[in-house]
Structure formats: structure tokens, C-alpha cells
């Protein structure tokens, strides 16, 4: 089984000034740990990225779901304290609401203002990208496959759709569903999701599954052991190993070229 998260760079990971950022809302425990199992969800997809740029070039990249900039702050900070910097060609933001002074000085170029979930979601007509990212947004949906239908004609053949969510096993997955959607609050998770399910989206639309894996086996706020880099490769580990845990997926999922 191909861990390739094994093997990439974590150190970037301490003292990032990501961690530091007010506007990021990065709980405070978690700025004082070394190596936060909370921040493995941009490290996901900044190695994602990295890895298609070494391929590929310059990659055009559009974000759905960008809250204020984090994604693209964390890729800017991994090139300053260490890790690769991954060229870019543009990276464009997509949200219900864009914040669009902080958006442009975190370096996005050109902005969707739309409801994921309304009947006129669009992005611009013949507009591809070489990677798509959708990171813990789509639990927040009531019908996530339906957006994922609508963006997928916008990625170049070839190109991919990265990102995360919670993660359920399959057998408990439509419970826990049931259960959380009469309670949950505007914004709220609503959608449970399996490997399962990230499998079934990627078949309904054509796409390859090229990278499925867990993320952690255990993540709490300013838990001493993220101070220790053994810990957060054990629970990489951990998550390559047993994806369906209780916990979060990480996915790519890749358009074929013909």
C-alpha cells in the first residue's frame, strides 16, 4: 500500500506563522503545540499540489469553500519556513461569502460570491483548472454530489479535485447523518461521509480514486504529544492504514485524460 505521506516534509508544520495569523481562527492550543494534528488538512493539499506542479508547471487552481485565505496562507508560509514553493499560474475563490480585501492580500485573483447548494451556482463558461480543492467543505451540504456534478466539467483532462471532510465508517455513516441534520445549525455539518462515498462521487463523475487515506488516529487541542514529530507520523500511519476510522479522509480524485 502506497504511504507516499510518509515520507513528505512535516517540519514546515512548527512555527508556521499560519498558526499565528488572527484572522485564521487557529484555536489558541493549537498555536502551542509543534507539530498540530488540526493542520494536516492544508499540509494534505499543499503536498497534493506540490507534487502535480512537479509534473505538470504551473498549476491554475480554484478553491471552493475558502473562508478567509487559509489554504492559500498556509501554501505562501510552508515556501517561507521550508518546504517547497509550488508555482502557480492563479488560484481563484469560490464562497457563499468573499471577504474580498483579505482574499487579495493573500494572493487569490478572481472571486465566485454564490451559494454552493442555489440552482445558479456557475462558474465562468469553459473556465478548467488543473487541480479544484474542496476541503472541509462539503459536510456543510445538503446534497454535496450535486455540487460536485456541477464543478467537475470545469477540470482540464488530466486534472484533479482534492480534499476533505470528517470521516465515518460506512456502516454507521447514514446514522450519524440522521441524527445530526434536524439539530444542526446554519453551516453546520450536515452530510456524513465514508471512503465509501468519496469512492461512489468519484465513479458517478468519471473520475480515478489516486489517493485515499485517513488522517489521524487521535486529535486534541494542545494534547502534549504534538509536540513530538514521532507522534504525528504514527498517526499518518495510523490513517494510511485504517482510512475508515473515525476521524478525517483526505482524497484525490483524478480526470482522465481521454
Not at 481563484?92 to 454552493?116: M, P, S, T
Amino acid at each position: 500500500m502506497a504511504m507516499p505521506q510518509l515520507c513528505w516534509d512535516i517540519e514546515f508544520l512548527r512555527n508556521n506563522p499560519t498558526l499565528l495569523d488572527k484572522n485564521y481562527g487557529i484555536p489558541a492550543e493549537v498555536k502551542r503545540t509543534g507539530y498540530p494534528v488540526r493542520m494536516v488538512r492544508y499540509w494534505f493539499m499543499y503536498h497534493f499540489l506540490r507534487e502535480d506542479a512537479a509534473r505538470k508547471g504551473a498549476l491554475d487552481v480554484c478553491e471552493i469553500g475558502v473562508d478567509v485565505g487559509q489554504m492559500l496562507g498556509f501554501m505562501h508560509a510552508a515556501a517561507e519556513h521550508g518546504g517547497e514553493k509550488v508555482p502557480l499560474a492563479g488560484w481563484d475563490a469560490v464562497d457563499a461569502l468573499i471577504r474580498k480585501d483579505i482574499l487579495e492580500r493573500a494572493g487569490y485573483n478572481h472571486f465566485y460570491q454564490v451559494d454552493l447548494e442555489s440552482a445558479e451556482f456557475k462558474l465562468d463558461q469553459g473556465k478548467q483548472y488543473d487541480a479544484m480543492i474542496l476541503l472541509h467543505v462539503l459536510e456543510h451540504l445538503f446534497e454535496p454530489e450535486q455540487l460536485i456534478a456541477k464543478i467537475v466539467p470545469h477540470l482540464k483532462p488530466g486534472g484533479m479535485l482534492i480534499g476533505g471532510f470528517p470521516s465515518t465508517p460506512e456502516c454507521m455513516a447514514q446514522a450519524r447523518e440522521d441524527k445530526i441534520r434536524p439539530a444542526a445549525r446554519k453551516y453546520g455539518h450536515v452530510s456524513v461521509f465514508s471512503p465509501q462515498r468519496v469512492r461512489d462521487m468519484a465513479a458517478a463523475n468519471g473520475l480515478e480514486v489516486e489517493f485515499l487515506s485517513g488522517a489521524f488516529f487521535m486529535r486534541k487541542k494542545g494534547f502534549f504529544l504534538e509536540n513530538y514529530r514521532w507522534w504525528l507520523r504514527f498517526n499518518l500511519w495510523f490513517g494510511a492504514l485504517f482510512p475508515s476510522w473515525p476521524g478525517e479522509t483526505y482524497w484525490i480524485l483524478r480526470k482522465p485524460v481521454k
